[in-house]
């Protein structure tokens, strides 16, 4: 039987944006709705596929129906990475938006055409939030279109309120989280996506419910309908079991299994930033200072034609002479791509100092383990805010100001802020409300739980998209 409960089954067309943390979440997405039962085609550029595939964790592509439609990597007149750059936005990845839109709307509508010859009109589409143009053909062909979200709540209430004036709680500014040239963009896809049914969410209803709530009173979602089916992550990572069949045989997974339980502290800004040399000098002096374990993912942001994983090491030129020597055995830099759950799910990692991305937020919330908040721009400021202030599972590194530029954080700022969460009773407390989070995600996912049952409700929407 198909996922829309007839024997035919339904094709579901995922577009992503090309990035590695969107790319993760509708990567993720898919595998969940084609485990109830529905036929899915991932659709981006060839690079970005070879990318999602690699970096996958828990799962097994080949189990589940999922089909790779590749698309041609446009042409790029710019999109070089400047390592030396002090600018935390990767700039060089909005000519590869752009690009996507301008050159390749013309493979996806020929893409979209045989795919519904194909499947007699079962067919739905699912495009992220910033491809609305994806929207134009879908509507060409006229096949269900849903806009997915890879962003949480709280954020797209505050940015709504802050586009009308009216929020005060996060005293940061727009055009620090967004470059114009972005923000451009993005109003583009959004006036794009109108005709779209309803709207996808990667959160859950015990995390986010109250900010999910205001959104739709706030037509922060035009009036759409709303699933929240997150936290979208492997079930194996739920179960105690999970390190037996998952585990990777990696160098830093090896050198965690040496820490005492709860001890190490994982740094890491995510695929898309990369610091300033001055500021990972700041930061390696802080975590040295600090006298913590840690895990350091150090690196620059991924390009805009491949990942950089080729390039980790470049960043580790700016750490001082005799650094990692010096540190051996309490400090841990890794300079290829890790796996990001099977470290925050080891029993070692006791704190996760991050960029609150969304996908890092919920992973961490789903480990249960408390954050060290560093946000550098789009919705990181008010992850940040919703994980210190509203869930009261992390602290900032320090109180962020309404600067338009990026301030450098101190090694002696860093120092402080780790001990904060690793060495106080503060800390302690937010461990343990991250430990309750946890349990909640859990839920959330399980059967008849929160997530389980709105993906329920989005199927069936699905299959009464279609026409008779």
Known sequence: MGADGSGERMQVVVVPLPAQGHLN??????????????????????????????????????????????????????????????HLFPFHLIPLFEAVEDQLASHVDQLLSTICSENNSKVVIVYDSCMGWIQTVATKYSVPAYVFRPTGSYFNLWIKRVCDKAWPHINISLKRCFPERLINYLRRQRALSAPAKGC?????????????????????????????????????????????????????LRWLDTQAEGSVLYVSFGSLSSLSATQIRELADGLERSGQPFLWVLR???????????????????????YERRLEGRGFIARNWVPQLEILFHKSTGGFLTHCG?????????????????????????NSALITRELK???????????????????????KAVKRLMGSEEGMQVRKRAQELRGEARKAVGGEGSSWNDMDSLLQHFSQSFPD
């Open 200 to 252: 996808i969410m990667n959160t859950f209803s015990a995390l986010e419910s109250e900010f999910t709530h205001q959104g739709k009173e706030e037509l922060v979602y035009d009036g759409k309908p709303v699933w929240t089916v997150g936290p979208l992550l492997p079930q194996a990572f739920f179960n105690d079991e999970w390190r037996l069949p998952l585990k990777a045989d990696t160098e830093c």
């Open 25 to 86: 979440e509708m990567l993720q997405f898919s595998r969940v709705i084609a485990g109830r039962g529905a036929s899915v085609s991932f659709v981006t550029t060839s690079t970005h596929i070879h990318q999602a595939r690699r970096r996958v964790e828990g799962w097994d592509l080949h189990k589940f129906d999922i089909r790779f439609e590749e698309l041609p990597m446009p042409h790029l007149t710019d999109g070089e990475i400047d390592a030396q750059s002090t």
């Open 300 to 322: 620059i942001s991924d390009g805009a034609h491949f990942s950089t994983e080729v390039q980790f090491g470049s960043a580790c030129k700016f750490l001082q002479q005799g």
């Open 393 to 415: 599972a992390g602290v900032e590194v320090k109180e962020w100001g309404s600067a338009e530029e990026n301030e450098v954080v101190s090694a002696e700022e860093i120092e």
């Open 358 to 382: 969304w996908n890092s937020t919920l992973e961490s919330i789903s480990a249960g383990v408390g954050m060290l908040a560093w946000p550098l721009h789009t919705d990181q400021f008010a």
